[in-house]
């Protein structure tokens, strides 16, 4: 065992837009496991948008980001796990992490959860068979309650959430409509996802060319958008909504590095639209984690569910992995590896 373990820590809090300085690389030593304890080493570290929102007040300087983790039993002094379980959890920026878990424990950071590689790819324990997943499924099925022959439009639809919440729309039977910030990314929305139209919002000189290109993508109006972006983006959607409408908010990852809020415009037709716009976080719903993800696992490995991720290497490849996801440099979702898979082979 390494005697040392190295993690990504808040050096500073970021002033507008995050940069790679506003982290350090520490070394500390690794735990010891303690009655109770488990010592997890991590395999894939989570890097993900909601992230930048809490570096403002919510997590402490100098201290590893909180993140979601796979990762593998290396000790253990806890009767509900084994050497060499592999599991997911929050573990942070850092290579090892001691939790004491249990299965009545109310923090979501003393919860582990078993990771079949029989469902796919063990990293997808923390994006298509995970809180993203289950964020894209909760999102879709249970606040857009897309109906066939309705129109569904996505922001961020090629991400880690949207990627998904299209697919999803698609098997319930409605068109799915995309914006995404690249032509190579409108071109994964449907090329490989399935997106009935997609466009790149980038490529909108202004508020009016947006709503323009929303249109004509959605000649029918919008019956459910789901909305991981807020912005400019939201204001165009609003403006498109048909009657009962349902406005998912999930994200709005546009507004993450402003430091002040301009409002949104356009709030006006949620109310000449009846419509409903609803907040939502995948903390509340995590108890359906384990009859959803066998039905999930069926959908990926039947093919009617593709999923893209992205692994980057090393531990101090972290900073830059999260500011360019951030700067919409992802295709899918992004994890950084740091332990060797035991699943892969070689």
């Known amino acids: 065992m390494s005697a040392v373990n190295t993690g990504v820590v808040l050096a500073r809090r970021p002033q507008g837009r995050v940069t790679t300085d506003c982290f350090r690389l520490v070394e500390r030593p690794v735990p010891e496991p303690g009655p109770g304890d488990v010592l997890v080493r991590h395999l ?68 582990l959860w078993p990771v079949d590689p029989a469902n ?80 790149d919002y980038r490529t909108c000189a202004d508020q009016r060319a947006l709503v323009a290109a929303l249109r004509d993508a959605c000649p029918s109006g919008i019956d459910v958008y789901f909305d991981n972006v807020g912005g400019p983006t939201l204001e165009a959607a609003l403006r498109c909504l048909n009657d009962g409408a349902r406005v998912p908010v999930c994200g709005m ?11 949104v415009k356009g709030l006006i037709n949620l109310l000449a639209k009846r419509a409903t716009m609803t907040g939502f976080s995948i903390y509340d719903h995590l108890h359906r984690l384990p009859a959803w993800l066998p039905r999930m696992a069926e959908l990926v490995r039947s093919g009617k569910v593709v999923y893209h991720q992205e692994t980057w290497q090393g531990i101090d490849s972290v900073p830059e992995a999260f500011v360019s996801m951030l700067a919409g440099g992802n295709l899918g979702k992004r994890v950084v590896q740091v332990g060797d898979d035991p699943t892969l082979p070689g």
């Open 253 to 263: 990852i546009s507004r993450y590095e402003e430091t002040s809020d301009p409002g």
């Open 120 to 199: 796919g790819p063990i990293a997808w324990a923390i994006s298509a068979l995970g809180m993203p997943g289950l964020t894209a499924w909760v999102g879709t099925f249970d606040l857009g309650r897309p109906q066939p022959g309705e129109t569904v439009f996505v922001s961020a639809a090629a991400g880690a959430v949207g990627s998904l919440v299209g697919q999803f729309a698609r098997l319930a039977g409605a068109r799915a409509v995309g914006s995404a910030g690249s032509a190579d990314k409108v071109a994964h929305c449907v090329d490989v996802l399935g997106y009935d139209a997609a466009f």
């Open 44 to 111: 894939y570290l989570s890097v993900d948008p909601y992230l930048r929102g809490r570096m403002d007040a919510a997590f402490a300087l100098e201290e590893v980001v909180p993140v979601r983790v796979v990762g593998q039993v290396t000790a253990s002094r806890n009767p509900c796990w084994a050497e060499g379980d592999l599991v997911w959890g929050f573990g942070g920026w850092q290579e090892w992490s001691l939790v004491r878990p249990s299965a009545e424990a109310v923090g979501i950071d003393e919860r």
